[in-house]
């Protein structure tokens, strides 16, 4: 069954100190990872995306990696602000077509000053 | 976000009765994608389209039908709204498929 498992479930951690979020997928084919932040009552906003030959790739304080052998992503933020504060969301998708997004449960991340 | 809204943001209806939800986008994007986000689940696809009329199901779909006639607007109805249809609705939009996914704002409906 295809499954994307996120861990852990919820984190806090206090404002400047770095974090690491846990992406673990079972899902094929496999088409590409994605990383998205979404803040409480808003709709998700994508961080990044990668395809099978990508193992690394930042958008400012967030960096993602993805090992494609082991089937796990992970996102690291550094430096966290209080604005980090989110759901983030783990997404693979199974196809060209966008149609196959098979979405985590998402790490709950409080940062508190 | 990216162009696109949603309407209604908020609704409360009765079961059974018929309700419609609209995306509208000002980007162009080809595609567009209808979702909806529970508590203990992650998003979930419900239908997609891939340009004007044609649209097809995703994991989700029962209970639900939708209708591309232009590009910006992508309609999802309930045909008889029931209390499990209860939700927060995501529309989103991208170029293509494995292009980026760009989110509206929303629609909570509750259903009583």
């Known amino acids: 069954k295809n499954q994307v498992e996120q861990s852990p479930q919820s984190l806090i951690i206090l404002e400047g100190k770095n974090c690491t979020l846990q992406?673990?997928?079972?899902?094929?084919?496999?088409?590409?990872l994605r990383w998205y932040k979404q803040d409480t009552g808003r709709g998700p906003v994508s961080l990044t995306i990668?395809?099978?030959?990508?193992n690394t790739k930042s958008n400012g304080r967030y960096t993602a990696t993805l090992d494609a052998d082991t089937k796990q992503s992970s996102l690291h933020i550094t430096a966290s602000q209080l604005s980090d504060s989110a759901s983030y969301i783990c997404?693979?998708?199974?196809?060209?077509?966008?149609?196959?997004?098979?979405f985590g449960k998402g790490t709950t991340l409080s940062v508190s000053s | 976000d990216a162009g696109i809204t949603q309407s209604p943001r908020h609704k409360v209806t009765e079961t059974g009765t018929p309700v419609t939800l609209r995306c509208h986008q000002t980007?162009?994007?080809?595609?567009m994608y209808w979702y909806r986000q529970d508590p203990g689940h992650g998003l979930r696809l419900i239908h997609y389209?891939?340009?004007?009329?044609?649209?097809d199901k995703g994991e989700v779909s029962d209970g639900y039908s939708v209708s591309r006639s232009k590009t910006e607007d992508f309609l999802l109805t309930l045909e008889s709204a029931t209390s499990s249809q209860t939700s927060v609705y995501f529309c989103?939009?991208?170029?293509?498929?494995?292009?980026?996914?760009?989110f509206g704002p929303g629609t909570r409906l509750l259903v009583l």
């Open positions: 980007e162009n994007h080809r595609y």
């Open positions: 992406c673990n997928y079972t899902v094929s084919p496999f088409s590409n």
């Open positions: 389209s891939y340009g004007v009329k044609d649209t």
């Open positions: 990668m395809t099978f030959s990508e």
């Open positions: 997404v693979v998708s199974g196809n060209q077509a966008g149609t196959a997004l098979i």
């Open positions: 989103a939009i991208s170029e293509s498929g494995v292009k980026t996914q760009y």
